[in-house]
């Protein structure tokens, strides 16, 4: 029996009603990246942030230069420096407040120091004597992760979990380009959308992941257009401009904490030194493109802005550099002491109890260095 | 006298039963994953608890594995303790980046200070009859990482007391479900469920004195038919239930092995690389000058699981049992 013969004689009908279930409209980005330095927008700026800002670049591009030099000396096993990028770690930092989070990807380690973790204790990682050397708790700032975009999710449950439990709290999660191609990004985004999360998704548009080009990992508009396809606004900003992403940020934050959802926002920036101190760019770019790119500066945007309109001043210029410098010298001799290490450390943290297992290889531990001890006298 | 009715229960109801106990006596218990709320799960599992419970505290999520494991590390972060359902067991490999380098090490990166109590609900293992995916022993894997405990109930008492530990444990632990037992009943009382041993014990199900059957899971009622099936034999086989594949029970396992001199490891999952290696060789540490005859392994086949009008002959039987258990006749064959 055919489907006609069943039902008797087929009478075609439309189907069912489709509608878009939400206007893709104002979800959509700018044109064109968002500024506000150089622009009309600067005289609305607030200088008391805007002076803010400027010492935390100050001190970041320091900080970022020392850190690669300690790496040179080997004092750090190895180095992703955020210089050119500092717009975007400050703003990321400052917008949030006490009881917010930061979920920080491997890059922005400046990002969890302006939040307030100890320079030393953000650097552990990278020098090696542990993988995370600060309390998350202690400044609400996630383990720096070093798998992409997979902190993401960690974001989009936390500020879920404090949703349903009625804290006030919004979460900021920070992902390079190369990260946005993971599927933890994906799974991430369409979690905090159909969550409704009080969540911001930063990603760094540097340039490059390790050495591939923007152009081969996406073939999207813009990386902040794939928030429309989660149904979450996309916002596009230039991220040097650290007056802009901090505003773009504090917008997105503001949405978040009053019940909007999450925003994707994406600053275009650029990686202006290596991947890493163990990277050679020689090889994926020409000088000519990164001279462009220091030509637009993030601290010389804001101070040539803060200048012309007599916000800043030669002595603040230099109490920016006196304190960046103090940064510098207590990050040098701090990290030129050796770390104390103890070996047993590495049975302490695997489980709350360690298995019977993991007792006897404590005691076979154990018995070696204090065999090694003997040896020693 | 008062005697509480103790009828039979299945080893869902008894999952189940563990949940709800463990969300009413604490706020912190969240159930999610796949179809878990208003579906009750696949298996019916999570049955009732989002009318019970609301659908806050056992969500259905989008179809997401790395993004359901991903959010519930989040959420243990912040103070929630999250049940988590992986579907089933192939369907848990896109969430391995989160279990393993995450979820299995967060305690340890952070040095104890942000420990993740997270339980991950596994129904796994064949006998059921599923398509391909649906019927995969992946307890090897989490087994081979650190920082996660494993354990896998095979009697509806252990179902209840294995989850109710995992959930109220402060570090992760793996469930793994045997869904060819969700509907074997054992009498059970839910209103009063007998305490079990706890996670890292494992127990003797079954006395002997020939030779020992190390088992678990959905081998656990095979062992113990084949102990049966051995008497006509004249052996008199032991069955330990080893319960927690992680921590493992060396005590308990060693012990037998000691009283009866021979041993043989059974599991579904592969032989090459999988559990029965690594016991066994623990139990040749420990034991051999004890032992009789070498550890003898039976284990599927080491096969991509076959299609289910094949498993049969994939899947460790009584017969096979048996004739691993002849062969331990060492003496006989040198």
């Known amino acids: 029996m055919t489907v006609m013969e069943q039902r008797g004689a087929y009478k075609p009908s439309p189907p069912p009603a489709w509608q878009p279930r939400t206007d893709p409209t104002p979800l959509l980005p700018d044109a064109a990246p968002y500024r506000v330095l150089g622009t009309e927008a600067a005289a609305k700026a607030d200088p008391e942030l805007l002076r803010r800002l400027y010492a935390q670049l100050v001190r970041g591009r320091r900080y970022n230069a020392q850190a690669t030099a300690l790496t040179k000396q080997g004092r750090l096993a190895v180095y992703p420096s955020s210089t050119g990028q500092e717009a975007c770690e400050v703003a990321a930092a400052l917008v949030l407040k006490d009881r917010d989070w930061l979920f920080p990807s491997y890059r922005d380690t400046l990002a969890a120091v302006v939040r307030g973790v100890d320079p030393v204790e953000a650097l552990t990682l990278l020098r090696g004597d542990w993988h995370t050397g600060y309390d998350p708790y202690a400044h609400r700032v996630a383990p720096l992760c070093t798998p992409l975009a997979t902190q993401l999710p960690h974001a989009v449950g936390l500020a879920h979990a404090a949703r349903l439990k009625g804290d006030d709290v919004v979460a900021l999660a920070i992902v390079g380009d190369g990260g946005t191609s993971e599927g933890d990004f994906h799974e991430a985004l369409n979690f905090a959308a159909v969550w409704q999360a009080p969540v911001v998704f930063l990603v760094q548009n540097n340039g490059f992941a390790i050495s591939v080009p923007l152009a081969k990992q996406t073939a999207a508009p813009s990386l902040a257009h794939k928030a429309v396809g989660y149904g979450m606004p996309g916002r596009l900003v230039d991220g040097n401009d650290a007056a802009a992403v901090h505003e773009v940020l504090a917008h997105a934050v503001r949405h978040a904490r009053a019940g909007g959802g999450p925003t994707l926002v994406e600053a275009v920036t650029y990686r202006v030194e290596a991947h890493t101190n163990a990277d050679d760019d020689k090889r994926y770019r020409a000088d000519s493109e990164v001279d462009a790119w220091r030509d637009h500066d993030p601290i010389a945007l804001l101070e040539r802005e803060l200048t012309e309109r007599g916000w800043l001043d030669e002595a603040g210029a230099r109490a920016a550099r006196e304190d960046a410098e103090a940064l510098a010298a207590d990050l040098r001799a701090r990290l030129n002491q050796d770390p104390e290490l103890d070996p047993m450390d590495l049975f302490a943290h695997v489980y709350a109890e360690p298995t019977p297992q993991l007792r006897e290889q404590q005691a076979l531990l154990r018995a070696e260095l204090e065999a090694g001890q003997e040896g020693a006298l | ?334």
């Open chain 2, 1 to 334: 006298m008062t005697t509480v009715a103790v009828k039979p229960a299945t080893m869902a109801q008894a999952l189940t039963r563990a949940m709800r106990d463990a969300m009413a006596a604490d706020p912190s218990v969240h159930v999610m994953g796949e179809d878990v709320g208003t579906l009750g799960g696949v298996f019916r599992v999570t049955d009732g608890l989002a009318k019970e419970f609301g659908e806050d505290r056992c969500t259905d999520t989008p179809l997401a594995e790395a993004g359901i494991l991903g959010t519930a590390v989040g959420m243990a972060m912040y103070g929630l303790r999250p049940v988590v359902e992986m579907q089933f067991d192939a369907f848990a490999y896109p969430s391995f980046e989160q279990l393993v380098s995450h979820v299995a090490r967060m305690r340890n990166r952070t040095r104890g200070k942000m420990p993740l109590p997270i339980t991950i609900r596994v129904p796994y293992g064949g006998g059921i009859g599923g398509v391909e995916h649906h019927s995969d022993s992946s307890e090897a894997y989490y087994m081979a990482t650190p920082g996660l405990h494993v354990v896998t109930p095979a009697t509806v008492a252990d179902a209840y007391g294995l989850l109710r530990a995992a959930i109220a444990s402060d570090d992760p632990v793996v469930v793994l479900e045997p869904k060819r037992l969700y509907w074997s009943k054992d009498a059970w009382n839910p209103e009063a469920p007998e305490t079990v041993e706890p996670i890292g014990r494992a127990v003797v199900r079954r006395s002997g004195r020939s030779a020992t059957l190390i088992t678990y899971g959905p081998s656990v009622p095979v062992c113990l038919e084949a102990a049966e099936a051995a008497r006509a034999e004249g052996w008199d086989l032991e069955v330990v239930d080893l319960r927690s594949l992680v921590p493992f029970d060396d005590e308990t396992v060693c012990a037998s092995v000691r009283r009866t001199g021979r041993a043989v490891v059974v599991h579904e999952s592969g032989g090459f690389a999988g559990p029965g290696g690594e016991i066994a060789a623990r139990v040749t540490e420990r034991c051999f000058h004890h032992l009789e005859a070498p550890v003898l392994r039976v284990a599927g086949f080491d096969i991509p699981y076959p299609p289910p009008m094949l498993e049969r002959h994939h899947l460790p039987g009584v017969d096979r049992i048996l004739d691993a258990v002849a062969r331990l006749q060492w003496e006989a064959e040198s």
